[in-house]
């Protein structure tokens, strides 16, 4: 069983910053694809990053692309995504996702989520 435990988050203000880790327990091979997704309130699930564990590659959306970055801990089977210059438009729950093989910006085809964590950017 795969389960995601996601902490970090809270409150900063425009141009401050924050870390958000997920740690994984039971990470197989069909976890490799890890996406990072936030949802504003009345809004959809918006994709924000991919990474892949074998390989390390990762991927940026342009909206957080300069300002987001991803690094892990594989001691810790743990990822964390470091939020910098943020704004108030980054305000969010923040999601951590794993499917098998690769990423994808689809929500719908991430087998196991993390509980989700609150960021809000006050301007």
């Known amino acids: 069983q795969v389960q995601l435990v996601q902490s970090g988050g809270g409150l900063v203000q425009t141009g401050g910053s924050l870390t958000l880790s997920c740690a994984t327990s039971?990470?197989?091979?069909?976890?490799?694809?890890m996406g990072w997704f936030r949802q504003a309130p009345g809004k959809e699930r918006e994709f924000v990053v991919g990474?892949?564990?074998?390989?390390?590659?990762?991927y940026y959306e342009d909206s957080v692309k300069g300002r987001f970055t991803i690094s892990r801990d594989n001691a810790k089977n743990t990822v964390y995504l470091q939020m910098n210059s943020l704004k108030p438009e980054d305000t969010a729950v923040y999601y951590c996702?794993?499917?098998?093989?690769?990423?994808?910006?689809?929500?719908?085809?991430?087998?196991?989520w993390g509980q989700g964590t609150q960021v809000t950017v006050s301007s």
């Open positions: 990474h892949m564990w074998s390989g390390g590659t990762t």
């Open positions: 996702a794993v499917r098998p093989v690769v990423w994808s910006r689809s929500p719908g085809v991430y087998d196991y």
């Open positions: 039971g990470r197989t091979f069909s976890t490799n694809g």
